[in-house]
Each structure stands twice: as structure tokens, then as C-alpha cells.
């Protein structure tokens, strides 16, 4: 991995959640997208967040120069931790779900979305804006 840990401050960063724990690496469509946001926004930090358990271990040799892009492992139950979606998230319904890594997906989305970030990115939704306050 490039980097193990997030910008202290998460103001103006774009993040892109990969909810695969069994993928050993990063799609083109994903390293297109991660390239692209971190080169259009060079002052804004792009954060990868993948779950502890993830397969992928590196990103590939032409992205870790971007000094702007951060892997981030992350344990996604505790980021579920104190949000309203934190009920449904440890009741098992979405992991035994038909559909389980959509579903953590788009609560995870909306998860960081609720913690008020600037601007959020994947591969599904090309760009949003927010204006967040506490």
C-alpha cells in the first residue's frame, strides 16, 4: 500500500469506497477514476477507503507517485459506529442480504456522506457536490 493513514483533516476530499474484502486488485475502471480525480484536484486529498480485510495489497507502480492519493484500510463496522444506519448495519440484514456488498455500498456511501465530506466520488456516481455543516 502507498499510504496507511488519512489526512488529519478531512476537508475537501474526495473518497472512493471499495467494498470488496476478495478482489486482489484495483479494476481499470477504478485506478481510471482514482487517477483522474487525484490529477484534476491536485489540492484536495483522494481517499481510497478499502475494508481491513481487503486482498489488494498495493496500488499499482504508476499511481504511487500521486502524492495526493491514500489507500486507506479501514474497519467498516466502526465507521458504521454512532451513524443512524448503525442499527441495520450490526443487524446482519445487510451482510446475509441477496445483494451484500451493494447494500454496504450505498450505506457506506451514505455514511460518509453523513460525516460531511466535501465531495464524493465512484465509479457509479461521477461527481456530487455538498454543503455540509455540522
Given amino acids: 500500500m502507498k499510504r496507511t ?28 477514476a482514482m487517477e483522474s480525480a487525484a490529477s484534476a484536484n491536485p489540492d484536495r486529498a483522494v481517499l481510497v ?6 486482498a489488494i ?22 465507521l458504521a459506529d454512532g451513524m ?5 448495519w450490526h443487524s446482519g440484514r445487510v451482510h446475509g442480504s441477496k445483494f451484500p456488498l451493494v447494500n454496504m455500498s450505498d450505506i457506506l456511501r451514505l455514511v460518509v456522506l453523513f460525516r460531511c465530506v466535501s465531495q464524493c466520488a465512484d465509479r457509479l456516481v461521477k461527481v456530487s457536490w455538498l454543503c455540509c455543516s455540522d
Fill in 49 to 54: 477507503l478499502l475494508p481491513a480485510s481487503a
Fill in 5 to 32: 493513514s488519512a489526512p488529519s483533516v478531512l476537508i475537501q476530499v474526495i473518497f472512493f469506497l471499495e467494498t470488496s474484502a476478495v478482489k486482489r486488485e484495483f479494476s481499470g475502471a477504478a485506478l481510471c
Fill in 57 to 78: 495489497q498495493q496500488v499499482p507502480s504508476h499511481l504511487r507517485h500521486i502524492s495526493n492519493l491514500y489507500v486507506v484500510r479501514t474497519d467498516f463496522s466502526k
Fill in 84 to 88: 443512524p444506519v448503525q442499527g441495520l
